[in-house]
């Protein structure tokens, strides 16, 4: 079995999406003074590599912690979308990879765009989903899908569509991957587990793929 780390680390002066509030952690006790390490902290709940859940959207709807914990667990597909060209991602698109993408729990998009991550280019221009292409995946029964970019509707938008035909259908959205390319090739299980905080609409997770066999001439 081998695991493969798609998270970015939860620091005081990561990356975040403009507006968002830089995490804070501060030290309620330490070793030094009190015998024992505890630390106080203060983050947004859309902070980094994390999970969006119905109730992000939609009043009254499914937040993470009232999802059974299988929900986050299951086989994944990974869609290398590295050089579509910048229109939005189309249904015909989706159609050549339709057998992986049906026999899939999650669907990953793999852009490329995480090699922004940490620059100012990163928060626009990222591939979206055609909303075509968003209908007709909301119709498979996934448990979620994931992007290695900020969003998955364009910055500017207001109504976010694409967010709301997934969400509404019950996916959990994960954004902010990292590391695709290391499961090219590859079958692996998704691992997205959030904590079960009450209410929780959103949560950073430690998104990992894990990987039974490989190729010897495919290394990890």
């Known amino acids: 079995m081998h695991i493969v780390d798609l998270s970015y680390p939860v620091t005081a002066d990561m990356p975040l999406w403009p507006g968002t509030p830089a995490p804070n952690f501060s030290d309620l006790h330490t070793v030094g003074r009190d015998g024992f390490g505890e630390r106080w902290l203060q983050l947004s709940s859309h902070t980094g590599t994390h999970l969006d859940a119905p109730a992000h959207l939609f009043e009254g709807a499914v937040s993470l912690d009232r999802l059974p914990v299988d929900h986050f667990i299951g086989k994944g597909a990974l869609l290398d979308l590295r050089d579509a060209q910048p229109e939005p991602l189309s249904l015909d698109q989706l159609l050549l990879q339709r057998a992986t993408i049906e026999s899939a729990e999650f669907l990953l998009l793999h852009t490329g765009w995480s090699r922004f991550w940490g620059t100012a280019a990163y928060d626009r221009g990222y591939p979206v989903f055609a909303e075509e292409a968003a209908a007709w995946l909301a119709g498979l029964g996934l448990k979620g899908v994931g992007i290695d970019a900020p969003s998955f509707d364009d910055p500017d938008s207001e109504e976010l569509p694409i967010h709301r035909r997934l969400l509404g259908a019950g996916f959990v959205l994960i954004e902010n991957l990292t590391a695709l390319d290391r499961l ?37």
Do not use: D, K, T, Y
């Not at 079958?187 to 997205?192: D, I, N, T, Y």
């Open 184 to 220: 090219g090739g590859h079958e692996f299980f998704l691992s997205v587990l959030p904590l079960p905080i009450a209410g929780a609409e959103a949560c950073p997770v430690r998104a990992v793929a894990l990987i039974a066999s490989f190729a010897a001439n495919q290394p990890i």
